[in-house]
């Protein structure tokens, strides 16, 4: 694998994530009422098949890489009118890239990069092959948490989270950036004009029946 190719690999760290709708421009307590209304207390399976998990990663000043990973499982409580607890699992095995930025005359492919992001430079998804989310709170349009990823768990927050009512289902979205060194995923270019930016955005959307 070339040393050009590399560099591109860690913008796929990126793992669980919540993407939230920009021109949706409600105040925290606008969110906090439309909650209410839109889900009833009580525990929520989510709908794995349904529910969309994206991440980004960024190539400082260069590219952006893309993709997708599949969920486990999940559920969500809710309490009052607000997210209480809950937890989702991802699947790191089922990274999938979907940008463009590749050039498979220089071997940089999708396949090659899912098999770096998967190496011990990585995540390590043999002896770590999953990543869970598991939800400690909310307060306005922001959901506490801690992430776990290679065995290190961390706070973080999910921000700018909608929840609404789609054909009979409830649909949470929102946004989570955390810095991947935090969590083992540590992988420097040998270049040193190749910086990789530490931070990955995670958008995830989940569903769940109402």
């Known amino acids: 694998m070339k040393t050009s190719y590399l560099s591109l690999a860690v913008l796929g760290s990126a793992l669980v994530l919540f993407t939230a709708c920009s021109s949706n421009e409600t105040t925290t ?50 309490a009052d009118g607000k997210v209480t607890g809950g937890t989702f699992e991802v699947n790191l095995k089922s990274i999938v890239p979907t940008d463009k930025n590749y050039k498979p005359e220089e071997d940089r492919t999708p396949e090659k ?8 430079d990585f995540f390590n998804v043999e002896e770590y092959p999953t990543a869970t989310f598991e939800i400690t709170g909310s307060e306005g349009t922001t959901i506490m948490g801690n992430l776990t990823v290679r065995g290190k768990t961390n706070p973080e ?9 789609e054909n009979g289902q409830v649909v949470m979205t929102g946004d989570l950036t ?33």
């Open 29 to 78: 307590e606008e969110t906090a009422d439309s909650t209410a209304s839109v889900v009833a207390d009580g525990s929520m399976s989510i709908d794995t098949a349904a529910s969309n998990v994206m991440w980004k990663g960024t190539m400082v000043g260069m590219y952006d890489h893309s993709g997708d990973v599949k969920l486990n499982s999940g559920n969500v409580t809710v």
């Open 178 to 210: 955390f810095d991947r060194t935090k969590y083992d995923v540590s992988f420097k270019h040998p270049m040193q004009e190749m910086v990789l930016s530490n931070d990955i955005e995670l958008a995830v959307k989940l569903v769940a029946a109402n």
């Open 113 to 120: 990069l899912v098999g770096h992001l998967s190496s011990n």
């Open 157 to 165: 927050k999910v921000e700018n989270v909608t929840i609404s009512e």
